[in-house]
């Protein structure tokens, strides 16, 4: 076995290990998962006046999400409500961009997508993993990405703190506890990275 593979494997062990001695908050943060319906906006590049325009989309979809979704009580309701309306949430981001003299396409779908730790500047934060998701791409979508949380809370309050009721209580204590959980974030990531290298090492 090469030693690159070998280390790999090692690693692997380590996160196998240090993942049952943290079971509580992984079953914790797989509720999370499964309880959050998360926005993702793909820019269609780097440069000023498509980041602008991704803002500009973000703002006219999230509002009329926050629409849809008032009184929703789960995120599967929440998702199917958001199915059935992608059409007109399309029809809005493109008329959105249009307005603005953007050409660039526009494709919404509803689907799972993987994100990062994030932490809002309220102090609560998601951990890393798999989320179902709306997901706008503008474009060629290789711009920087903009992301927040549809259900529960929608955007605004996802960033500024408002009581996250919906989630339960475990799920709650991961989303609000940060500090004591921050080693559980960092964890599930690298965690992530060492499987996925290991993958590419195999293939």
């Known amino acids: 076995m090469k030693r690159f593979e070998l280390s790999l494997l090692m690693g692997l062990c380590l996160c196998l290990a240090l993942t049952l001695a943290a079971g509580e908050f992984h079953l914790a943060a797989g509720e999370v998962r499964e309880q959050t319906l998360r926005l993702h906006i793909r820019a269609n590049s780097d440069s000023q006046r498509d980041q602008s325009l991704k803002l500009l989309v973000r703002d006219a979809v999230a509002g009329r999400v926050e629409q849809l979704l008032q009184g929703c009580g789960s995120r599967e309701s929440a998702g199917e409500i958001l199915r059935g309306a992608l059409p007109e949430l399309a029809e809005l981001a493109s008329s959105t961009l249009a307005g603005a003299g953007c050409t660039e396409g526009v494709q919404l779908t509803l689907g799972d997508s993987w994100f990062p730790t994030r932490q809002y500047e309220s102090g609560a934060a998601l951990p890393a993993g798999e989320y ?32 996250l009721d919906e989630y339960s209580d475990s799920a709650k204590t991961v989303v609000t506890g940060f500090g004591e959980y921050r080693v559980g974030f960092l964890l599930e990531e690298f965690c992530r990275w060492i499987a996925e290298a290991y993958r590419s090492s195999a293939s």
């Open 132 to 163: 179902r998701s709306l997901i706008i791409e503008i474009g060629s979508g290789q711009g920087r990405n903009w992301w927040c949380v549809l259900y529960p809370g929608v955007c605004i309050g996802a960033s500024s703190g408002e009581p």
